[in-house]
Structures are given as structure tokens and as C-alpha cells.
């Protein structure tokens, strides 16, 4: 070997470096994040370790502490004046803690803590095999209708699962809206999003709809996080920082030093204007907003009730809480630009989902296109612009989603030999039946149709009237067209079922725990308190209105 080969093989040592500093992270700020983290976790090691008969029990006791405990970390950070006076930007400027981020993680803690009720419900199917049934298939691996599958039914097996997979996605939708960087938003919507796509395929009953419901929700969620990232990427190169507070101040115009590596494309307003409709796109996409909206009906229809009632409210909350953060602490220099925009999106929003929803015989898709609806009127908040704005839509993300949970846990009780009757006609004469059941229903039709007296009339109040005082009059009187095409249908459901005729092999109305009726209780409480007496809650709404930058 020559001496010149010899010496590539080896080179001079390098000059010692300063010692590279840990990174400062609050934890305490970051509880409610870690406590269910750590409980994701647990829950992972319990299904590794315990045996199968006691999983059930150590899970849903696990998951109910981990949700509590969590809480009252939200609730002593916003004692400890974290939401107001405090308001930090915690994890090395990851994490904004703020009014808006913990009024959120309460809600989002709250309704995932009534979701995991409806998970745990074992009631409503007959025992089978001498064991009792919840809502989730009983081997998730197993073909549907196969040797495998019959097998784990006979032999008593649970998906539980279910619980741990749901804590990380509730840590994923924690973090969401509190992210302060571009990357910890898109890695907090995939640590919620991975786990719902394989929730959406355990349904017990009509497995293959399910999984075709989670094959759809997972390609249409891959596309939309694939926009989300190429957003990322093109805004990286506007403005040399993922940081919002960074981005914010490029738009500005009030940033002194620019990299030299990033010079020829930092201030590029087709960079930014082309990366933040890609990023607005992948935001849209999990509101559920038009034209965005293509997987909403099928997915919940498709997918396992509980995890519906789940998706539907604790996913609304924490991709309105990013899309606020997104337009009022990175865009507000862009706000000529997006306005118009978002005003689009919300006039078809609402008036798609209430004309398409008309047609709808299914109770799940009648609900998934409400939804859509909804979306359109939260955003009428988002687009006012204003402190009221943000406080309009923190409250109505509050009452929307426990009548949605409400709603859904309700359909889990109306079964005949299938399971779920979801048909509209099989709710005819529901009212004769099981007269308390269809009360409940129709207080929960009340409240998204926004009647007075309930908690929908209440947010769709204060979104409009934060609308009509920045100057979206055109847009509330869309908003107010939409909510009495919407009135139609929810009504419709009303008659159908106290002015209709039962008939004789029509479904029966199943008996639930005390799981279910809690989960459908905190719903009708919320719908009937904030309906009737709103003042106390929008005033917390509007004292966490306030975003750190």
C-alpha cells in the first residue's frame, strides 16, 4: 500500500469544542403532555405483562387517573396564573403555554376523559361466549369472518389496546394547539393522527366498513400532512426559522439579521404565500372544512361510535386551537391575504354541510355532515379577527363538543340483531319506545340547530357577533341562512321520532351502564348550563383569548 493511501485512512484530531449545553425544559409547565404521555406508556407495558382477563379493568382505571390527573394540571397551571400574568413559551420555544393553549387542553382532557366512558361500555351486546362485549373487535389482526377471527370471539378476547392507542393520540392533540414551531406542529399531528387511523378500523360489528373507513381516513390524512410539511419546508426558506415568533417578524418586515445561506429566498412572498395556503390546507383538512372534507362521512360512519363521538369533538378542538394560533401569532401581517380566503372556505363550508346533510339516511352521516357545518360557523369566529373572535371560538369548541359526544353516545344505544340501527327509518316512533331516550336526543338536535336555551344558540351567538363587529355582516347572514336549512333536518329527526308510527321488528332501545349514561349526563348538563346560563364561561373564554408570541 502506498504511504499517500496509507494517509486518507487518518486525519489531525479536531480542536476541543465548548461543552454543549442540556436543553431547558419546565416540566411542570408540560404536565398535562407528560402525565398522559407516561400513562400511553404504562398502559403499552400493562398490555405486555398482564394477564388478558385483567387488562380491561387496569386500563380503563389507568386511562380515567392519567385524563384526571392531567387536568388538574391545567386547571393549577391556570391558577398558578400560567394563562394571564405567566404566559411562557416553554420546551426551548416548542411549547406555548398561554389562555388559549390550557383553556383548550381542558377541553380536550375533559372530552376525551367522557370518551373513554363510551369506550368502556359493556352492556349493550349480549354476552357472548359467557363474557361480556365491548365496541372493539376481538383481535384486531384477525380477517374479518375468518377461522382467526371466530376463535378470539370464542375465546372471550378484548381489544384494549383501544385505551393506550387513545392516550397518545390525546397527548398528540395537546400538543397540537400549544405548538410554537412549524415541526412540533406537524409531529403533534401525526402522534394524534397515526393512532385514530387504526381506531377507526376496530369496530366489532360491520369490520369491513371500518376498515375501509380507516384505509380512506389514512390516505386522505397522508395527503394532507404531506401538504402540511411541503407548507413547512417552503416557509422554512421565506423566512430561515420554523419558529413562529421568527416567521412572524420576516412577514413583518422587522427582522435586522438574515442568514446568508437563506439570503436569496428569505422575504420571497411566493414562498410565503404558496407555503402558508399548503399549511392552511393540512389545517383545513382536520376541521373538516370544504373541499376538504371528502373523508368526514365515511369515516364517521365507518368507524367504532365511541371513537366517532371522539374524533369528532376532540380533533375539532385542537385543529381550531392551531388554526388560531397559526392566522392571529405567524399570519397576522398576511391577514388582507387569508381573510378573503377563509371567508370562502366558511360560506361553502356551511352551506355544504347543511344542504348535503338534507339527504342523508344514515344518523352517522347525517352528524358527520353537521359537523361540517359547524366547522363553517367556528370559522365565521376565526375570521372576525379580534379578541372576541378568539374567545367566541374557545367557547363554541367547549359546547359543541360535549353535545357532540352526547349525540353519538346516544346512537350507540338504538340497536337491533346487527348492532347499531343507524338507518333513519329504524329511529321512527323512537319517541313511543323509549321516550327518555329520544328527549335526550332531540335536546342535542336543539342545541346544534342553535335554539335558544341551549349551548349551541349561545356559541353560535358569539361567533356571529364577533363577526358582525369586525366587519363580516355578508358572512353571518350566510351563517344564519345555513342554520335554518340545518334546523330542517335536525327537526326532521325530531318529528321521525316522536310523530312517527313505531314499527313492530324496529330496533330496541339497549339498557347502558352507568359509563354511558355519565358520558350522556356530562352532555345534556353541558348543553342545558351553558345554554342557560353562558356568562360565566365566556368570560373564561375571554380571559384565555390572549396568544404569547
Known sequence: MSPTAVHTLWTTAAEPVDKINAPDIEYGQLAPVLIVVGAAVVGL????????????????????????????????LAEGGYGTSKVNIAAMGAIAIDGPTLFLQGTILLVSLVAVFTFAERRLDPETHGGAVDPFVAQAAAV????????AVRAGFTTTEVYPLALFAVAGLLVFPAANDLLTLFIALEV??????????????????????AVKYFLLGAFSSAFLLFGIALLYGYAGSVSYARIADVVDGSIATIDPALADTMGNDALL???????????????GAVPFHMWTPDVYQG????????????????AFGALLRLMYVVLPGLKWDWRPLLWGVAILTMLAGAIIAITQTDIKRLLAYSSIAHAGFIMAGVVAVSPDGVSSVLFY????SFVTLGAFAVVTLVRDAGGEATHLSQWAGLGRR???????FALFLLAFAGIPLTSGFSGKFAVFKAAAESGAGALVVVGVISSAIAAFFYIRVIVLMFFSEPKPDGPTVAVPSGLTVGAIGVGVAVTVVLGVAPQYFLDLAGQAGVFVR
Do not use: H, N, W
Not at 366517532?308 to 376532540?314: E, H, K, N, P, S
Open 397 to 400: 369548541l367547549g359546547a359543541y
Open 434 to 440: 323509549s321516550p327518555l331516550v329520544a328527549a335526550v
Open 303 to 318: 368507524a367504532p361510535t365511541p371513537i366517532t363521538g371522539f374524533m369528532a369533538a376532540a380533533t375539532k378542538v385542537a
Open 273 to 287: 404565500l404558496i407555503g402558508s395556503a399548503l399549511i392552511l390546507m393540512g389545517l383545513l383538512f382536520k376541521v
Open 192 to 213: 394524534f393522527s397515526l393512532p385514530l387511523y387504526l381506531l377507526c378500523a376496530l369496530a366489532r360489528r360491520k369490520r369491513l366498513m371500518s376498515q375501509e373507513a
Open 144 to 151: 374479518p369472518g375468518s377461522d382467526a377471527e371466530k376463535a
Open 45 to 76: 407495558l400493562l398490555e405486555a405483562f398482564l394477564p388478558r382477563k385483567s387488562r380491561y379493568y387496569a386500563q380503563v382505571a389507568l386511562a380515567t387517573v392519567a385524563l384526571v390527573a392531567a387536568f388538574a394540571a391545567v386547571v393549577g
